[in-house]
């Protein structure tokens, strides 16, 4: 499927900032659900945010919401994830996933298997 490469990871601060990318080539981007995922060490992979294939809706898990903001760029065939006021307990490895879409709605897929195609992942790490 499509090949996805994520970039922006870093060591931030309690209460800081991060802006990843996640760049795809190979597919159809402007079609593509995209998902993003993290997983800290010992624990499962969870879900963070996803965004519908135009760009005009997205969720986030609880433990984000009004925190990070997830948005898609079609025309850079590019999807980001802006995180603010980060949180020692944000600190893992992010990845995004994208999935073709199965019709124009704005459905949005919330597990990992939903997704066909995944990153690299970035990791993030945030210092108390």
């Known amino acids: 499927q499509v090949h996805l490469v994520e970039s922006g990871g870093g060591l931030v601060q309690a209460g800081g900032s991060l802006r990843l990318s996640c760049a795809a080539s190979?597919?159809?981007?402007?079609?593509?659900?995209m998902g993003w995922f993290r997983q800290a060490p010992g624990k499962e992979r969870e879900f963070v945010a996803g965004?519908?294939?135009?760009?005009?809706?997205?969720d986030y898990a609880d433990s984000v919401k009004g925190r990070f903001t997830t948005s898609k760029d079609n025309p850079k065939n590019t999807a980001y994830l802006q995180m603010n006021s980060l949180k020692p307990e944000d600190t893992a490895t992010y990845y995004c996933?994208?999935?073709?879409?199965?019709?124009?709605?704005?459905?949005?897929?919330?597990?990992?298997?939903?997704?066909?195609?995944w990153g690299q992942g970035t990791r993030v790490t945030v210092s108390s």
């Open positions: 190979g597919g159809t981007f402007s079609t593509k659900v």
């Open positions: 965004i519908s294939w135009n760009g005009g809706h997205a």
């Open positions: 996933a994208a999935k073709e879409r199965r019709d124009e709605s704005g459905r949005l897929y919330y597990y990992p298997a939903d997704y066909g195609s």
